[in-house]
């Protein structure tokens, strides 16, 4: 055993043996200050990113009654970007896990519900209230390091005050896979999308000469076409974790295929490309995205779902593979050319080339009509929606292809 590992078991013995004193003092200091202790999903990056994003966007926009000093802690399976950790430090207060798990494992225990924690923090990934987009990002990163990250780029050859890049953020087994606490994973593979898939839409992007970042840590497969302006970043030596966050913070839009790496861009109010497996988890509420979910096909009656039938379904009754089997339903790939359509349109929307016709308009018009309040979570007694107004915009090419689709 390591020195630094003796040092932290100890470290966690002390606090465990401190925890009883300081359970009797927050205790005490409950009727005047309440003290809450929280985890933050350290080890997966899309939480990292967003969860304490839109806890301080909700902390500024409620009127809290009560006089609350919050703390929050990392989790024993690690920090999956440290960069994004400190950053985060800065506003509000981290604590390695060794140092307050025990308190708050005394305090809240497995309750889903305890005064002393932030409720469903890690469920904090979407705003319905429609502040999101009225609120810059909480955190960015200093002069000093985008100067480090401009630099570092133009040693690639992309001239970051000129060119424009899209930040590819695809969906694999590679990362959850790479983690040492083992676990199946089939649950969630029906949000993957081979990397292939994409070829279509990068070298749109490429005859536009706008580069495409392929982004990951750990990934399946290679993204290379042999063309400059496409990049596998993932794979290449220019990677870091700094670099992470300044490419997802700077990109001219995102393409999102229900990775947690997207929500960097999200945090910092870039435009999405949201390609979501499921569509119940499409990110309405940001009105600079373009949506586009993975069609469900129905074993049963030998066809594609349409929206109707899909939104009949609870959020929960579907959220897993082992759901959707068990109702005979798989989940189909987008095309490449619905893919690429999608893009297009992104594309075309931001560099304000592109025409709403008046069919365009009435099949988006019927898309927001839907039934999307059937979509929500039970947090204790509250219900939480998941869609407030639909601010994105589905695929115009879609629709106008599928118009049953809307029934």
């Known amino acids: 055993m390591s020195i630094k590992k003796i040092l932290l078991n100890s470290i966690l013995i002390v606090s ?14 409950k009727p005047i200050l309440l003290i809450r202790i929280t985890p933050i999903l350290s080890n997966r990056y899309g939480h990292l990113a967003i969860n304490p994003e839109i806890y301080l966007i909700e902390k500024k926009k409620e009127k809290i009654k009560k006089n609350f000093f919050d703390l929050f802690y990392t989790v024993r399976y690690g920090v999956c970007n440290y960069e994004m950790l400190k950053l985060w430090k800065t506003k509000i207060i981290i604590f390695p896990h060794y140092l307050i798990e025990p308190i708050d494992l005394l305090l809240n225990g497995k309750k889903k519900i305890s005064v002393h924690q932030v409720n469903f923090f890690s469920s904090k990934i979407r705003d319905v209230s429609g502040n999101y987009n009225k609120d810059t990002p909480s955190i960015k990163l200093s002069e000093k390091q985008n ?84 990049i596998d970043y993932a794979n290449s030596g220019l990677r870091n974790e700094l670099m992470d966050i300044f490419l997802a913070s700077n990109c001219f839009f995102g393409i999102h295929c229900g990775t947690g790496s997207a929500n960097v861009a999200i945090l910092n109010r870039r435009p999405i490309l949201d390609l979501n497996a499921n569509l119940h988890h499409l990110y309405t509420f940001l009105d600079n995205s373009l949506l586009l979910s993975k069609h469900y096909y129905s074993k049963r009656k030998k066809r594609n779902l349409n929206l109707s039938e899909i939104l009949a379904f609870k959020e929960n009754q579907i959220r897993r593979r082992d759901q959707l089997d068990s109702y005979e339903i798989e989940m189909i790939d987008c095309s490449q050319e619905e893919i690429a359509d999608a893009v297009e349109e992104l594309y075309l929307r931001l560099d304000n080339n592109w025409n709403d016709t008046d069919e365009i308009l009435s099949l988006q018009k019927k898309f927001n009509q839907h039934n999307w309040k059937n979509i929500y979570q039970l947090q204790g007694d509250k219900t939480v929606f998941y869609h407030g107004e639909i601010k994105g915009r589905y695929s115009s090419a879609f629709l106008l292809k599928n118009k049953d689709w809307l029934n």
């Open 147 to 230: 100067a480090a990250c401009i630099d570092q780029l133009s040693k690639f050859g992309l001239d970051f005050n000129k060119e424009k890049y899209v930040c590819l953020f695809n969906r694999d087994d590679a990362f959850l896979n790479s983690n040492k606490h083992k676990k199946n994973w089939y649950y969630l593979s029906h949000h993957n999308y081979k990397i292939q898939s994409f070829e279509m839409a990068a070298r749109k992007l490429s005859s536009k000469n706008i580069k495409v970042f392929r982004m990951g840590v750990k990934v399946e497969g290679k993204f290379d076409f042999n063309d400059r302006n496409i």
């Open 16 to 29: 465990y043996l401190l925890s009883p004193i300081i359970f009797i003092l927050i205790k005490f200091l």
